[in-house]
């Protein structure tokens, strides 16, 4: 039980009291809710065992020498494609994030790093917006968001030069 | 009627059963079957295994999430006064719901069934798809509970305030963009089959 999941329940709770003061019929909410499960899970389990292998086969020592600030703008691309090959959860992501700021990798890339992951993380895809949402969908979103983690890089990158605030301090 | 009539129906349960289990899902078995042979040979026993164990455990973390969020958007669904919302987000909401959108996807808890539930809702109950785009990449990049759970612990409370200080404008960004791209979106939803949602913009 994390609070993440404690606040989803007290909302739920909240909600599920409204629908019984409005006198809402559980019998479509019901079915809905199976439905929409039935869609996500079995995806979710196949999809998560193999975003779990392909984040480890990821080469992630052999990445951080491309992210060093000597790299400069030149970084920017390396860490958006690599945000974008790190097809798991939060954990996972942070945990490649804190190995590449341990070796020396600059506050730009890190930026689009973690801006490219979050915008374009695979196996959300997969598992949530494809089936929810659709291939039109995607295909707008992706469209959209394409230069998102150049922009934050871009603007990360001009911070630096002029300020010096905003150095990763990477868990131990 | 009982509340759970519906699971009666056998049609129904064929064709959950089949999306559920459809085409996707197999390619995704495939595709863990090979990464994790991958995973075997180049890196060793010890690391599929390592991934292994970590996958179960994430597999049974998620469960009660997802089915708690699921719940959330299915209620929502049936709660949300569809019109209002589609003045808030609609087409003709201008930069104001590209803003409106960008708060929403920031403040939004859980991680992405949540989202995504809720997202669904949005772009099956009149938010144009400036917004739709502004909300999701304002969850993904901006989330709230994602930069106190992760980026302040992991890469320090420093770079989560430059961070997000850079991405704020983004989501809009994204927004503009998604309403000026030449593409026609059709957002699938089973309830009312396939719905046209924006194909009008750019007739």
Excluded at chain 1, 8 to 14: I, K, N, P, Q, R
Excluded at chain 2, 33 to 62: M, N, Q, S, T, W
């Amino acid at each position: 039980m994390n609070i993440g999941f404690i606040v989803l329940l007290a909302l739920l709770a909240g909600l599920i009291v409204i629908a019984v003061y409005k006198e809402l019929d559980f019998g479509p909410i019901l079915k809905r809710l199976f439905e929409q499960f039935i869609k996500l899970f079995p995806r979710m389990i196949s999809a998560l065992a193999a975003a779990g292998f392909i984040a480890e086969l990821i080469p992630k020592e052999a990445i951080s020498g491309y992210l060093g600030a000597d790299a400069g703008l030149l970084a920017l691309p390396v860490a958006a494609v690599t945000g974008l090959m790190v097809p798991a959860g939060p954990v996972i992501a942070f945990a490649i994030a804190a190995i590449f700021a341990k070796s020396g990798a600059s506050t730009a890339a890190l930026v689009t790093f973690i801006t490219s992951w979050s915008v374009f993380a695979a196996h959300r895809i997969m598992i949530y917006e494809l089936p929810l949402l659709g291939g039109s969908f995607l295909r707008l979103r992706v469209s959209s968001v394409l230069v998102i983690p150049f922009l934050a890089g871009g603007l990360a990158f001009l911070v630096g030069l002029v300020f010096s605030f905003g150095g990763a301090v990477p868990m131990n | 009627m009982r509340p759970f009539d519906f699971l009666r129906d056998r049609d129904w349960r064929n064709a959950v059963l089949k999306d559920g289990f459809g085409v996707g899902f197999w390619v995704f078995v495939g595709v863990a079957v090979l990464a994790g042979l991958a995973c075997y040979v180049l890196k060793g026993p010890e690391a599929f295994h390592h991934a292994l164990v970590r996958d179960i455990e994430l597999v049974f973390g998620l469960v009660p999430r997802v089915f708690v969020a699921v719940s959330i958007a299915a209620v929502i669904w049936f709660l949300l006064p569809r019109e209002r919302l589609s003045g808030l987000v609609g087409k003709e909401s201008g930069i104001r719901g590209l803003v409106v959108a960008t708060l929403a996807g920031a403040v939004t808890p859980g991680g992405p069934a949540s989202a995504y539930s809720l997202l669904t809702v949005l772009a099956t109950s009149g938010a144009d798809r400036g917004a739709a785009v502004a909300y999701i990449t304002a969850w993904a990049t901006l989330g709230l509970q994602r930069v106190l759970v992760w980026d302040v612990p992991f890469m320090g409370a420093e770079f989560a305030i430059l961070r997000i200080m850079i991405t704020i404008p983004l989501p809009i960004v994204a927004g503009l963009i998604a309403r000026r791209l030449p593409l026609t979106l059709v957002v699938k939803d089973e309830n009312e089959k396939q719905e046209e949602v924006d194909t009008n913009l750019h007739k």
